[in-house]
């Protein structure tokens, strides 16, 4: 079974630019979840989809973050424009389902560096 | 949320077994406690889960307090591939995991 994918796994661009990253998660999963890591702490959730709708996006910051999953699959976050405290890795997770006793699986992330 | 409290760091010796503590004094009934762990440049890696009762799998052994308060992961025989950083999560929601700092574990050969 393929797992999470996510690229691109390396990102630098300068403060005030844009960035995308892209997701798609293990096939059939209907829940998708993005994850900032910032170096030396746990990871935070961003915002949770359950198909193509939000679950969850409370701590997203909105003024320049935005994500999306057309079509209930793929999925794409973006930020426009970058700040500096933005540099961290960016994980995207998938589970089959919603539930307390349920894993999610996490792809490799994608490292952003903001200069 | 729920706060887990673990120590900041555990050194082992490669094959011998390592005994990962995750204090929970103010966990709910419907908790469920989840074990994942973080290797160097990767994403989480579910490792375990229990509700009330000690579970077992491929990867690790979960023994949870009678009062629920504490439970400890265990790594039966550690190689160098279990070098990480283990994260003790209460799971109270349907779906939302919040990670701590978690424990980094340094195996040694």
């Known amino acids: 079974e393929a797992g999470v994918a996510q690229s691109p796994r390396y990102k630098i661009i300068e403060k005030r630019q844009s960035v995308a990253f892209w997701c798609n998660p293990i096939?059939?999963?209907?829940?998708l979840y993005w994850y900032q890591q910032i170096l030396g702490q746990g990871p935070k959730l961003l915002i949770q989809?359950?198909?193509?709708?939000?679950?969850?996006d409370s701590q997203l910051p909105k003024d320049r973050f935005s994500a999306e999953r057309l079509k209930g699959v793929d999925s794409t976050l973006k930020i426009q424009p970058a700040k500096l405290e933005d540099s961290a890795v960016y994980l995207c997770?998938?589970?089959?389902?919603?539930?307390?006793?349920?894993?999610?699986?996490f792809g490799p992330g994608t490292r952003l560096t903001v200069t | 949320d729920a706060k887990t409290t673990q120590p900041n760091s555990m050194e082992s010796n490669e094959e011998e077994p390592v005994h990962l503590p995750c204090n929970h004094s103010?966990?709910?009934?419907?908790?469920?406690i989840h074990w994942y762990r973080q290797l160097p440049s990767q994403g989480p890696e579910y490792v375990i889960h229990?509700?009330?009762s000690n579970v077992n799998n491929r990867m690790a052994s979960l023994a949870i307090a009678e009062d629920r308060k504490s439970s400890t992961l265990i790594l039966h025989r550690a190689t160098l591939r279990d070098a990480a950083v283990y994260y003790c999560?209460?799971?109270?929601?349907?779906?939302?995991?919040?990670f701590g700092a978690g424990t980094t574990v340094t195996v040694r050969a």
């Open positions: 997770a998938s589970s089959s389902q919603i539930g307390t006793a349920r894993e999610q699986y």
């Open positions: 096939s059939g999963h209907a829940t």
């Open positions: 989809f359950q198909n193509n709708g939000v679950v969850d």
């Open positions: 103010t966990i709910s009934g419907t908790d469920y």
């Open positions: 229990g509700l009330t």
């Open positions: 999560i209460l799971k109270w929601s349907d779906y939302k995991l919040s």
